[in-house]
């Protein structure tokens, strides 16, 4: 049973696309966090939200709690993205997806 | 500002053998965290701090025992690795719960 859900597993676009990546997830949650893991292994927050819409840069992050689901949105999107994004949420413990493997094309 | 630093970065243990994985911040988190990470299952975690002195179980903790003496550091132990116990394992530290986490660059350990 995988408390997290993401959506798609495997993802290549075109650079300039604009991409988006689900998480569903089956537990109350308190907050949901977005990480980054580039190919050589290291991991990086790029969001924390219990509600509503988060910006930074090119990447958005929505969440709706009443429908359990949250989307990572990258616009035009750089060879630099391609990287693992994993989505976490914190209920009365942690839960990982096991990551959207995203692959720009120049 | 080094951020989180764990030692060592790779590892190679036999069956049976102990050893101590370090995680240092310097950024005064009070909560600390140590994951593993293996193919095809994501980020699970093994033990977690909520502060100096204190230690609790997530998802996997049988075979690691964990050691916050000091705020800064926070210690994961295998008393006697098994094979299964090959992973990447990531340390991280937020300020509270609800803040962003802060990883390691991991340790490769492997079991043979």
């Known amino acids: 049973k995988n408390e997290v859900e993401q959506s798609p597993q495997n993802l290549t676009a075109q650079e300039g696309e604009f991409i988006t990546i689900n998480c569903s997830y089956s537990v109350g949650i308190s907050a949901l966090h977005w990480l980054q893991q580039h190919p050589g292994g290291g991991i990086v927050s790029l969001f924390m939200l219990s509600s509503g819409k988060k910006k930074h840069g090119r990447l958005i992050a929505t969440i709706n709690i009443q429908e359990k689901h949250s989307s990572l949105h990258i616009t035009a999107s750089h060879p630099r993205d391609s990287a693992v994004y994993i989505c976490?949420?914190?209920?009365?413990?942690?839960?990982f997806g096991t990551g959207t493997s995203l692959t720009v094309i120049p | 500002n080094a951020g989180v630093t764990q030692t060592p970065k790779f590892r190679v243990l036999k069956t049976g053998q102990s050893m101590t994985l370090l995680c240092a911040q310097d950024m005064n988190h009070e909560y600390m965290y140590w994951y593993r990470q293996d193919p095809g299952m994501g980020l699970r975690l093994i033990h977690y701090?909520?502060?100096?002195?204190?230690?609790a179980k997530g998802e996997v903790p049988d075979g690691y025992n964990v050691s916050r003496l000091k705020k800064q550091n926070f210690l994961l132990g295998l008393e006697s690795a098994a094979p299964s116990q090959t992973s990447v394992y990531f340390c991280?530290?937020?300020?509270?719960?609800?803040?962003?986490?802060?990883f390691g660059d991991g340790t490769r350990l492997s079991i043979l």
């Open positions: 976490a949420v914190i209920g009365n413990q942690f839960y």
């Open positions: 701090s909520v502060g100096e002195g204190t230690t």
């Open positions: 991280a530290s937020s300020l509270t719960a609800y803040q962003p986490q802060h």
